[in-house]
């Protein structure tokens, strides 16, 4: 049995393979009454996702406030009316075979933009935009400057961060993933050139990686603890990378300190993605990303999932083989073909998923 298809336990949950569907947004909840709920395409698509073979089908970044949606079309869980669609999309992937997770986010200086199929970017008032929240006035180039965000406005956030996390499980999700990576709030906390807060959630590593614990431990408290709680970062801003580049950022010396630090405080995995915070030059290399989550399981000895172009069997095997992470998301191959993971299996010598249902074609 290849090790891609051995399964996962994480505290009491066991996932069946380690090949697994990484977040991505379909841009496709209604944007007015029923603002942030799931709808039929998200049912589809994602149960189509499990009968594809995928061992976790992570459902796309969740917003735990409205403000922060990247854009009107995106998920939300700030509600518990919320609860009953986001409980049918976990029914529909269990179906399927898989194990049902969500991404919780907030997109904060880069919310209320455009969906990118539409060319993305922020929106106007005019055009349904809303004032964004940030560390600090201090915007992502082409957006508007965000509202630093006050004390009350971080404890309010820390609460809806939990909050969600028990509409998640209500609904019936095994796994919760809490998205600080990409620019989006969390990160732009962790990362001084977005954070230039001189209170205690600002100023060094301590101050900056404040919030991000905060909302680890207050989601910790009302997850089970039967149950993984998965942290998704960008390991790097790509700014230490660049020799023309000299202002401070996120590292991945950074980010190897923060995995320790925060798997004490109950994460069980860190899913290591990169950038989003600034325009950066990005490596072409096709291990650009996942030789950064090998390192940080080296150096930090938690338990990783690598991501970022893996779009080849050969390549997702050997990643997990090799023991340089412990399992691999994958997103745009995923779209290409929809149960390229029971393929995977099949060209590796391993079983195709078959759901009972399915047992006639064994
Ligand atoms: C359409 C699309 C939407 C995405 N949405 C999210 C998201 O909701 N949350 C997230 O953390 N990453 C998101 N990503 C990033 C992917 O999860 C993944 O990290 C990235 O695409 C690299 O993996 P890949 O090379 O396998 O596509 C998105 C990517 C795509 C293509």
Known sequence: MPELFSPLRLRALEIPNRLWMSPMCM??????????????????????HAFGGAGLVMVE??????????????????????IPDFARLAAGIRH??????????HAGRKASADSPARGGGALTAAQGGWPTVGPSPIPFPGY???????????AELVDEFAAAARRAREAGFEVVEIHAAHGYLLHSFLSPVANRRTDRWGGDFAGRTRLLKEVV??????????????????????????????????TV??????????????????????????????????????????????????????????????????????????????????????????????????????????????
């Not at 841009?27 to 189509?48: C, I, M, N, Q, V």
């Not at 399927?96 to 986010?105: C, D, F, I, K, T």
């Not at 910790?220 to 790097?236: G, N």
Request: hydrophobic letters at 40%.
């Open 96 to 105: 399927g075979g898989a194990v049902p997770g969500v991404q919780l986010a």
């Open 217 to 250: 431990a207050a989601v910790r408290s009302t997850w089970p603890d039967t149950l993984p709680v998965m942290l998704r970062i960008s390991s790097t801003d790509w700014i230490e990378e660049d020799p023309t580049r000299s202002e401070e950022s996120w």
């Open 253 to 362: 010396e950074d980010s190897i300190r923060l995995a320790a630090e925060v798997c004490d405080l109950g994460v069980d995995l860190v899913d290591v993605s990169s950038g989003g915070l600034v325009p950066a030059r990005i490596s072409r290399d096709r291990d650009y990303q996942t030789s950064k989550a090998a390192r940080l399981r080296r150096e930090s000895g938690v338990p990783v999932a690598g991501v970022g172009r893996i779009s080849e069997p050969v390549v997702a095997s050997g990643l997990v083989a090799s023991g340089d992470v412990d399992a691999v998301f994958v997103a745009r191959q995923l779209l290409r073909e929809i149960s390229w993971p029971n393929r995977v299996a099949q060209e590796l010598g391993a079983a195709p998923r078959h759901i009972p249902q399915y047992s006639y074609a064994v």
């Open 144 to 154: 508007p400057v965000p509202e630093q965000m006050s004390v009350d406005d971080i």
């Open 61 to 82: 970044a969740t917003a735990v406030q409205a403000r922060g949606r990247i854009s009107p079309w995106d998920l939300g869980l700030w509600d518990d009316g919320q």
């Open 27 to 48: 841009y496709s909840a209604d944007d007015a009454a029923e603002a942030g709920r799931p709808t039929d395409f998200h049912l589809a698509h994602y149960a189509s």
